[in-house]
Nanobody, 127 residues
Framework: QVQLVESGGGLVHTGGSLRLSCAASGRTISTYPMGWFRQAPGNERECVAAISWSGGSTYYADSVKGRFTISRDNTKNTVYLQMNSLKPEDTAVYYC????????????????????WGQGTQVTVSS
């Protein structure tokens, strides 16, 4: 199955930026819708951004809209999450996910919509 490995997490001060990468191996993800989720202690795992397999349609949670940007580079078999103007409430473990069988060119935001998950990368925003 597809292996997903996140990287780019770390410690940043309020207002700083990070770029997360999700590198896929085993299969091409060129036709796979992709998503970024995050989970903070005591909270549900929530979708913060998603992108269609074509890259032409994106979704952002209200809490990150205008600050985060999801993109994909099929040449590198990689999906990115650019995070700007980071806030302490963005602190969480961030996971990337892939859906195997899309129906049309759209995005998916539910955990159960996805088939493959990375191990997660910690993002900590200090005040």
């Amino acid at each position: 199955q597809v292996q997903l490995v996140e990287s780019g997490g770390g410690l940043v001060h309020t207002g700083g930026s990070l770029r997360l990468s999700c590198a896929a191996s085993g299969r091409t993800i060129s036709t796979y819708p992709m998503g970024w989720f995050r989970q903070a202690p005591g909270n549900e795992r929530e979708c913060v951004a998603a992108i269609s397999w074509s890259g032409g349609s994106t979704y952002y949670a209200d809490s990150v809209k205008g600050r985060f940007t999801i993109s994909r580079d099929n040449t590198k078999n990689t999906v990115y999450l650019q995070m700007n103007s980071l806030k302490p409430e963005d602190t969480a473990v961030y996971y990337c996910a892939a859906r195997r069988s899309p129906y049309g060119s759209t995005w998916y935001v539910r955990k159960n919509d996805y088939d493959y998950w990375g191990q997660g990368t910690q993002v900590t925003v200090s005040s």
